[in-house]
């Protein structure tokens, strides 16, 4: 905000001291901008709810591109281990460099707008996925659809986070995690139903997998269309709750002690979330006849947990800033790919599944809440945020996707000790991310106790 503006007696400020613009008063990187909201109070709040079936249908649709994709490149195109890994990894790659300049955008060009934009480029990539001829065509529509992802989402976070703080952000942002794992889960068990069977697999052909590119077309073109109407609620200062903290407001050193650790660890978290949703595929295949429908039945068992932790974490108001949770939920992360990788029956890997969903969903929420706490519209993290989520998508797909080949380079000749190593190299790298947030928390305690006192 301008230096020579006025504050507005329904402008919040922040616990950093600067303003968070309310829907009279919104910013655009220091100017006056169209505002997102309806004209309205009562406009915008009656329109406030569409958020939470766009943000379902939208990674509903990641999530069935996301398994759909790299089986299409097996079955179809006939493609290994490592192009699967590079199926996956198309989209991180094209998303996280594009995901900190939409961010800036967003604030310039407004938040919605911005959003629907992406919405309409995944509509395009998931047609394109349904007419690729080869497996160069597929890479490109995976890079394209991360291109749409890299505008809606930090866009997304930023918008529906606009005038809250303390509690209030932390119910918001829990609230808009149950709805995207909702999602998660939607997308496959969309998969499960639509996804060819064991005989249509043998049988083979270029159409098998149509049916679910065209759920996410479906899908794409209602999440274009309901972000255009979605007019997002923003409230004022006098509203009941907004004042509302159940902790002190944190001093800026341990703010910023626990948003690194917390990109780090959501780094780590989106290493373990690639291996399983894009990576998993190749030992799947080695196990199981039926590896889609498995796999998909298995994602939606992983979402379905992190629901619950979302849940959870709606209702509890004291997970902030509190180190021993973090460090316990990632352990057990990595205690999930072990059990996940060293098991041949369904029912067991679930159990990993399941530790692993709510692993990821605790350290998910502690990244966003850090990255948005205390920030406007045109300071926020959220890009970071999500550019974080790319770069841990990028190394756990393409660098653990080609795990089996190190493997096979250093002398392991056993083909299901090759497809396990994904898993148990992740699994290490966890343990070392762990060590690492417990060296940035003790470089900077000394900060917070300087506060404290």
């Not at 989209?91 to 629907?116: D, I, K, N, Q």
């Not at 497996?135 to 809250?164: D, K, Y």
Request: net charge positive; charged share 10%; hydrophobic share 50%.
């Amino acid at each position: 905000m301008n230096s020579n503006s006025r504050k507005s007696p329904e402008a919040i400020s922040s616990p950093s001291g600067t303003v968070r613009p309310t829907a009279d008063q919104p910013t655009r990187g220091g100017k006056a901008a169209r505002p997102d909201s309806a004209k309205g109070p009562k406009k915008a709040l009656s329109l406030d709810w569409l958020i939470w079936p766009v943000v379902i249908l939208a990674d509903a649709v990641m999530l069935l591109n996301f398994i759909t994709a790299p089986y299409y490149a097996q079955y179809v195109h006939g493609g290994s281990h490592s192009h699967v890994a590079w199926v996956g990894a198309a989209y991180w790659v094209a998303y996280a460099p594009w995901v900190l300049l939409t961010a800036r955008l967003g604030g310039r060009f407004g938040l919605r707008t911005l959003s629907a934009s992406g919405a309409i480029i995944i509509a395009i990539a998931s047609t394109a996925l349904a007419f690729s001829n080869s497996f160069t065509m597929v890479l490109l529509a995976m890079g394209l659809l991360g291109l749409g992802g890299g505008a809606m989402w930090p866009n997304i976070e930023a918008e529906l986070s606009r005038g809250r703080q303390g509690t209030l952000l932390r119910r918001r942002l829990a609230f808009f995690n149950i709805m995207w794992c909702a999602g998660t889960a939607l997308g496959p068990l969309v998969g499960g139903w639509i996804y060819p069977n064991v005989e249509a697999l043998a049988t083979g052909g270029a159409n098998i997998f149509v049916p679910a590119f065209t759920a996410s077309i479906i899908m794409s073109l209602a999440t274009a269309a309901l972000l255009f109407a979605w007019r997002p609620h923003i409230p004022k200062a006098t509203e009941p709750g907004l004042q509302i903290r159940h902790d002190a407001t944190p001093c800026p050193a341990r703010l910023k002690a626990f948003m690194r650790m917390s990109f780090l660890a959501n780094f780590l978290a989106y290493i373990v979330l690639g291996n399983m949703r894009q990576v998993y595929e190749g030992l799947a295949k080695f196990q199981w006849e039926n590896a889609p429908q498995l796999h998909a039945w298995l994602l939606v068992l992983l979402a379905g947990a992190s629901t619950l932790m979302f849940t959870f974490m709606f209702i509890a108001h004291r997970w902030a800033y509190r180190l021993k949770r973090l460090l316990f939920w990632q352990l057990a992360m990595a205690a999930g790919l072990i059990i996940v990788s060293m098991v041949a029956e369904p029912w067991m890997a679930a159990a990993g599944f399941l530790v692993m969903g709510i692993g990821t969903s605790f350290v998910y929420s502690g990244s966003l809440f850090y990255s948005v706490e205390g920030k406007t519209e045109t300071d926020h993290m959220a890009g970071w945020h999500e550019a974080f989520i790319g770069l841990g998508s990028v190394a756990g797909i393409l660098g653990m996707g080609h795990a089996p080949d190190l493997a096979a380079a250093i002398g392991i000749t056993d083909q299901l000790w090759q497809l396990r190593s994904p898993y148990l190299l992740a699994a290490a790298l966890v343990a070392v991310g762990v060590a690492v947030e417990l060296w940035i928390y003790l470089t900077h305690k000394p900060q917070f106790d300087k506060t404290s006192s």
